[in-house]
């Protein structure tokens, strides 16, 4: 709370704010935004956050009071370095190194999956049923190298995304910190995912020629509001994900442990982006709304594609192309991904960001409910 209190009567912000020597403005239900802004921030200071749909928008809308009750600009930029640096508290408290903070050396059970069978794209089907045991962990093996190659990818990308941010920025602020902060996070990340990848004796999946071409050209499109949009796409439906499976008993222990790691920090990585996100949507001009929600749209087929890669069917004995048509369609694949993606489209539908077409677009991709 000391070093909060010191951040926010910095000179540079009561130069901002003079206004913050005033009494307390009253607004109904302040107290017990108050409260939930302070135990959000005692989760944050002791590690044990879990940022659900619920504490972000407990946050975001404490920084929303203070905004509307001091009524200028220096208060919203007030209330964003308060939630930054509640983020940069919990970073120095809760986070983790992946070369020392895991047993590489760890012998891989060879009973268990590489991940929990329900989760598996081919789950529940003619095809799945058909399947021996040695043949579903396989297949288990290879959609756990396709996903952390997809993460490795995505987070490859949103660094750059997050630099370009930074150049743009102000480099004395606890945002940009706690961006180059999430930057550090995202490049452990990537060495994680790697490692795994070797330790299960799996090779990484790469883009095509077009796909490395896209994904080069993509910070280009991505500027404004898309850059939290895409990091929220990226980061939320895998986390929702992993936060139901990481305690399976199926699981292998060291892909176990790799998801805690994960989910720990993408947690405030998501309340990053949410917060980011939601400061801009009040300024958003219509052609950038539209933009967004068309973006927001295609988001959901192009997920859904990355994750039924036919090539990991193949290396795992099956016909590619056939597999590929069997777990788009499947409904227990729908399912999962739409109770990983169900917080997010939420989020967005609150924030003004995915239409009647993007609704539906989700629907038929099994993203929305």
Known sequence: MAVIAASMTSPRLRALCPVQRAARPSVPGFSLVVVTGITILAQLLTGTVCITNLSVTACIGYSRVGE?????????????????????AGSVKKSYDPVVDMDWDAPLDPDKLFLPAEVVS?????????????????????????????GI????????????????????TRHSH??????????????????????????????????????????LFLRGSMTWVGALVGEEI??????????????????????RIHVTEEA?????????LARRVPTMSRAELAYTKLCVAVAAPLFVYLMTNRHMYTRAGLDGRAARR????????????????ANLGQFLDKQGLIGPVGKWVWRRRGLWA
């Open 238 to 259: 895998f986390d929702a994900l992993q936060r139901r499976t990481l305690d399976d008993p199926q699981l292998q222990p060291l892909v176990s442990r790799a998801m």
């Open 122 to 150: 081919l789950y529940g089907t003619e095809l799945w049923e058909a399947m021996t045991p040695q043949q579903r962990r396989e297949l288990s093996r290879q959609e756990l190298a396709n996903v952390l190659s997809i």
């Open 153 to 172: 990818w995505f987070e490859n990308l949103l660094n750059r995304l997050l630099l370009r941010e930074l150049l743009a920025g102000d480099p004395t």
């Open 268 to 276: 405030r990585h998501i309340g990053f982006a949410r917060d980011a």
């Open 68 to 88: 509307l009750a001091m009524g200028n600009e220096a208060a919203a930029t007030i209330a964003q370095e308060s939630f930054a640096q509640r983020l940069l």
């Open 326 to 341: 069997i777990a788009v369609q499947n409904p227990f694949a729908k399912r999962a991904l739409g109770v990983g993606a």
């Open 178 to 219: 706690y961006t180059l902060t999430e930057m550090g996070d995202e490049c452990r990340h990537m060495m994680m995912f790697g490692k795994l990848i070797d330790r299960i004796e799996a090779r990484p999946y790469w883009p095509r020629r077009g796909g490395r071409l896209a994904i080069g050209v993509l910070p």
